[in-house]
């Protein structure tokens, strides 16, 4: 069973403050209860050499400054094969974006700009999805069929997406339950956001087109946690592979979200695993929260059709202007809008999200479809409230507002205000309905805000530039000679290996396993030590030091059998390591002399305890043995280092001590 989802909480909205008080406590609602659903829609990119329908190399990225030309496009919708447009490209039509991409001549080609058809499919990456599908368990399709997916938000510049069904119908292993997989898609990965400021949207197109794979899971994740374990499974399952790329924006997940009497909605753009649990938590209070908010309408208003907002164009006043934004929008000429919605007193302050409510969910839709830069409005519920008292009950007489009636105060430019209105009007007629379907960003303190509306079947259409590829068995049969190690079992040689599970996690994610077999097999180490040395002492390093070029994992192989060959003791394993992965070009030798290291016999080590002893109470009026103990390793310890186990000399010193002080 799941975490408990903690009592409601709510805000009491005064003029002056905002106090704060815990609801009373609410039956105990678990994840089950709730309903809770998820699924995954996990992305990585394939380490190819070139890009997927090009020749264009993949994996080459520029500074968002450097760039040798912009093209600007406007993006319009087009019809399905059934005669419909899709709701997520009309959306996208009413904003009204000019989209510009820039271009490095280097990274992109006429193919990428929409001015040439598709090459072949790339061969590498096929081979490469098809070996991942295998993994999966999946069936591999008999024939490849390229379809187009729309995308109307200019993230690609054809205005959709090529994309293809590898296989169908696979499974991944949890701790408890199995999860089933419905598809691994392979497609080409789209632009890299630059800026998307009201009206404005810039791209790079050094990503366009880097191949990708799609692998999509049932909804079968009944709680958080189960849904951070998938993504987590088939993460590590990706990188074992061998064949997919790492690093910022190489993987990232969309996680599908809905509780009993909710919907789907699409979480999107997680680049961290570990932020899952709590978005998924947030996103089920979420819904709970705008279903309680259905009811509460349903109830003050039974017959929803009649239901109509007021707008009203007002001047600014001097209190207006005491605010910088709308000082702002008077000074720029913008309009200032008045609305009354009727019956909406004490939602737009319901609480929906750590940090945000209702009032929010209408702010980031004026964002996104009505290109209003927040903050973009206010409304009669704020919690630091910009209007005086005097004024808010001016306009309300002009809206006509009655008492359980709620305001907004919105500015836009002219041709803004109409789109400003629509939207408006539309999330508040959602709120009778419940929870829309809508894509909705991660932010990575666990919230998220409006994206766009959930995309439809109606975006997916066949590709007529690409025919279909066969895909024979002896084909299928020679990938499936390629494959790596299933994870099943690294997790069961880790086991063996009796690793710390977690060591698990930054093992899987940079695919040690290969590389603790490599040194165990060639120099006999222990491979439990050597788990711990990369996921406890590198790791460390890792969130430490910044190095001069990434830091390549086979160097701590090369360490190994540089130790062996010098016939030295895995106590300087600790020192070493964050000088080479600061400069994993420096020799092995040079690092030596950095810290100083000179060879010493054992024997001579340990000549130096007695007289070491003898002189420490001449330094020290401390009678402890321990005191003692330290202060002799610390003087030891420099020319121990690498000669003699450390944990030898310790003992050896104790045992002098104790040999002192029976005398």
Same mark, same amino acid.
């Given at each position: 069973m799941g975490k408990e989802i903690k009592a409601e909480e709510n805000y009491n909205i005064t003029k002056k403050k905002v106090r704060y008080t815990p609801r009373k406590k609410t039956p105990l609602k678990t994840y089950k209860e709730l309903g809770f659903m998820s699924g995954l829609e996990v992305h990585q990119q394939l380490n190819t050499k070139e890009k997927l329908f090009c020749r264009c190399p993949a994996g080459l990225y520029s500074d968002f400054e450097d760039y040798d030309a912009e093209i600007i496009r406007h993006m319009r919708p087009t019809l399905s094969e059934m005669g419909t447009y899709d709701g997520t490209a009309l959306m996208e039509f009413r904003t009204k974006k000019n989209i510009t991409y820039r271009i490095k001549n280097e990274t992109t080609c006429t193919y990428d700009v929409d001015d040439t058809p598709p090459f072949p499919i790339n061969r590498e990456a096929v081979d490469y999805a098809v070996q991942i599908a295998l993994q999966l368990k999946l069936n591999i399709v008999g024939e490849l069929h390229i379809t187009r997916k729309q995308y109307l938000d200019g993230s690609i510049p054809t205005g959709f997406q090529r994309t293809a069904i590898i296989g169908i119908e696979g499974?991944? &292993? $949890?701790?408890?339950?199995?999860?089933?997989?419905? /598809?691994?898609?392979?497609?080409?990965?789209?632009?890299? @956001?630059?800026?998307?400021?009201? *009206?404005?949207?810039?791209? /790079?197109?050094?990503?366009?087109?880097?191949?990708?794979?799609?692998?999509?899971? =049932?909804?079968?994740?009944?709680?958080?946690?189960?849904?951070?374990?998938?993504? /987590? =499974?088939?993460?590590?399952?990706?990188?074992?592979?061998?064949?997919?790329?790492?690093?910022?924006?190489?993987?990232?997940?969309?996680?599908?979200?809905?509780?009993?009497?909710g919907t789907r909605v699409e979480i999107k753009g997680v680049s961290h695993n570990k932020w899952i649990p709590e978005l998924t938590h947030n996103e089920a209070f979420r819904q709970k929260a705008l279903l309680i908010i259905k009811d509460e309408l349903n109830k003050r208003v039974p017959d929803t059709k009649k239901w109509e907002p007021t707008f009203k164009n007002v001047d600014f006043d001097v209190s207006d202007i005491g605010y910088e934004p709308i000082k702002n929008a008077m000074n720029d000429g913008w309009k200032l809008v008045a609305c009354n919605l009727p019956e909406f007193k004490g939602i737009l302050s319901h609480f929906l999200q750590p940090g945000k409510t209702f009032a929010d969910?209408?702010?980031?839709? $004026?964002?996104?479809?009505?290109?209003?830069?927040?903050?973009?409005?206010? *409304?009669?519920?704020?919690?630091?409230?910009?209007?005086n008292e005097l004024l808010l009950n001016q306009r309300s007489k002009l809206l006509n507002c009655k008492k359980n009636d709620a305001q907004i105060v919105f500015w836009a430019l002219q041709e803004d205000v109409q789109t400003a209105c629509e939207t408006? @009007?539309?999330?508040?007629?959602?709120?009778?309905?419940?929870?829309?379907?809508?894509?909705?960003?991660?932010?990575?303190?666990?919230?998220?805000?409006?994206?766009?509306?959930?995309?439809?079947?109606?975006?997916?259409?066949?590709?007529?530039?690409?025919? &279909?590829? &066969?895909?024979?068995?002896? =084909?299928?049969?020679?990938q499936r000679k390629e494959l790596p190690v299933d994870l099943d079992k690294r997790l069961e040689q880790m086991k063996e290996w009796q690793v710390p599970e977690d060591c698990y996690h930054y093992i899987l994610r940079n695919n040690l396993v290969l590389e603790i077999e490599r040194i165990n097999r060639d120099f006999k180490i222990n491979p439990k030590y050597l788990a711990t040395t990369f996921a406890h002492n590198l790791k460390y390093i890792e969130g430490q030091l910044v190095p001069d070029v990434p830091f390549p994992y086979t160097k701590v192989y090369d360490m190994f059998k540089f130790i062996n060959e010098k016939n030295l003791f895995f106590d300087i394993v600790k020192s070493i390591l964050p000088i080479i992965y600061l400069h994993s070009q420096m020799e092995f030798e040079s690092v030596l002399n950095s810290l100083e290291f000179e060879n010493y016999k054992k024997e001579a080590i340990l000549k130096n305890v007695s007289s070491l002893q003898s002189m420490f109470p001449k330094i020290s009026k401390s009678k402890n043995p +321990?005191?003692?103990?330290?202060?002799?390793?610390?003087?030891?310890?420099?020319?121990?280092?690498?000669?003699?186990? $450390? /944990?030898? $000399?310790? +003992?050896?010193?104790?045992?002098?001590?104790?040999?002192?002080?029976?005398?």
């Open positions: 499974e991944i &292993p $949890l701790k408890k339950k199995k999860i089933k997989i419905i /598809q691994l898609s392979i497609e080409e990965d789209s632009c890299r @956001e630059v800026s998307d400021i009201g *009206h404005e949207r810039i791209y /790079q197109t050094d990503r366009l087109g880097v191949p990708l794979i799609e692998t999509v899971t =049932y909804p079968e994740m009944k709680t958080p946690d189960e849904v951070l374990e998938a993504a /987590q =499974y088939i993460r590590f399952l990706n990188r074992s592979s061998g064949k997919v790329r790492v690093g910022i924006g190489a993987g990232r997940e969309d996680v599908n979200v809905s509780i009993t009497g969910e209408i702010e980031g839709r $004026l964002k996104v479809i009505a290109c209003l830069e927040k903050p973009n409005y206010v *409304h009669s519920e704020d919690m630091n409230p910009v209007f408006i @009007e539309e999330r508040c007629r959602m709120a009778f309905e419940g929870v829309p379907n809508e894509t909705r960003k991660a932010l990575k303190d666990g919230t998220t805000i409006f994206e766009r509306v959930l995309p439809g079947a109606d975006r997916m259409y066949p590709d007529t530039d690409s025919a &279909p590829i &066969p895909i024979e068995d002896e =084909y299928i049969e020679k +321990k005191a003692a103990e330290k202060w002799i390793m610390g003087n030891l310890r420099p020319i121990a280092l690498g000669n003699i186990p $450390l /944990q030898e $000399l310790n +003992k050896f010193v104790r045992k002098s001590l104790a040999e002192e002080g029976a005398k």
